[in-house]
C-alpha cells in the first residue's frame, strides 16, 4: 500500500511541475523517490529508474544542443500516466520488440544485449562490419534505409519500428520529425559528442533502458569499465613516456585529435607524450604542414595518420611525411586497414563501445612488455 501511495504521488508531482524546467522536474522526482542517476561516466544522458518505469534524459545528442530530451519508457504493467505526452518528448513502451538505429556505433550495443535480431533497418547497411548483424542484412532481415540523413520514410513507415534511435549533427533533424508525426517515437543517441573513452562505452545503458535489460547492460559496461581500469593502471606505473604524432593532411590541413578530445584521452591513459595534449579543444586542430613539423618531427610514434594504408601511399601523397622520424623508423599505426566483408572500417563502429580494447593496443604499440600476449584488434603498422 506505501509503495502505491508512493507511486501516486510521485506521479501527481510530476504533473503538477510539468511547467518546470525539465531538470527542476527530474530533481524533484529524485528527491521523492530517492531514485540515483544510474549513469556514472557519460554526461550526456541520465537515467532514473523506478519500479515500474524510467525516466531517460538526453542531454547532450548534438554538440551545443540548447535543451534536454526527456523519455519515459514505461513497461506493460505499469500504470498509464496521465497526460504523459505533455511532460516527455516520447513516452515508450518497454522492452522494444523492434527498432531502427542510425549509427553503426549502435550496433554493438545490440548485439552486446542479444538483441542484434529486433533490428528492422539502417541507414547504409555497407558501413555495418559486424559479422552476427552482415548475416542479418544479408538474410533481408535488416532493410536499407538510405542515407543517415535522408532516412527513406516510406520503408521505415512500412517497418513499423516501436522506436527509431536517431542521431543529429545540429538541431536541423527535419527526417526525423517526420518520423515522430507519422507516430514512431524517436529517440535520440548522443554517444559520439561524448569525449571520456568510458563515457561513450557506458551508452550501453541506453539501450539497456530500451530493451528492459539494465542489469545485463551495467554488467556488460562494469567489465569493461574494470579492464580499462587495469590496463590503464599499468601503463600509468611506467616510467618512460613515448612521444606521439597523430593525424594527417587532407587537401592543404593537417587534422589531428584535440587535447581534450576522445583520441587524446587515450594517449593520455596509454602514458604516451601526445605534442597536442595542452590544447583546449574536443574536436580536431586545423594546422599546416610546417608546424607540425617543426613541433612533431622527432616523435618516436605515429598513431593515426588520416585514411593512408601504406608507407608507401603516404610518401607519394606527400613527400614531407618521409622526414619524420617515426615514418624513417616504421612506427606508424593505422585501425582504416581493418575492414569488414563491405568496406566497413571496424575501428568507428566497435571502438566507441570497447575502449578497453582501444587501450590495449595503444599499450601494446607503445609498452609492449605490458602486454606481450595482446595482439592487436584495431591497430596495424602500416609496411
Known sequence: MRKTLTLLLAVCFLLACKNESSSEQSVRIVETQQIQNSVTHATGFRLYHYSDYSILEVENPWPEADRTFRYLLYTQRAMPLQDAAENFD??????VRSLVVT?????????????????????QTDYISSAKTRALIDAGKVKELGGTQQLNLELLIDAAPDVVVGFGVDGDNKTLDRVQEAGIPVVYNGD????????????????????????????????????????????????????VLSGAMYKDVWYLPNGQSWAAQFLRDAKADYRYADTQGKGS???????????????????????FTSLTQMAEANAVYAEFAAFKSGNVYSFTTNKGPTGGVIYYELAPNRPDLVLKDLIRILHPELLPEHELYFFSKLE
Request: no cysteine; hydrophobic share 40%; proline share 6%.
Open 103 to 123: 549509427s553503426t556505433t549502435h550496433i554493438p550495443s545490440l548485439e552486446a544485449l542479444n538483441a542484434e535480431e529486433l533490428l528492422l533497418g539502417f541507414p
Open 285 to 307: 586542430l586545423s594546422l599546416s604542414i610546417e608546424s607540425v613539423l617543426e613541433k612533431s618531427q622527432d616523435a618516436a610514434f605515429w598513431i593515426g595518420p588520416g585514411q
Open 192 to 243: 559520439w559528442v561524448e569525449q571520456d573513452p568510458l563515457g561513450k562505452a557506458e551508452w550501453l545503458k541506453f539501450f539497456g533502458a530500451l530493451l528492459d535489460k539494465n542489469e545485463q547492460a551495467t554488467t556488460a559496461f562494469n567489465k569493461i569499465a574494470e579492464e580499462y581500469s587495469r590496463v590503464k593502471a599499468l601503463a600509468q606505473n611506467q616510467s618512460d613516456t613515448p612521444s
Open 90 to 95: 516520447a513516452v515508450i513502451t518497454v522492452p
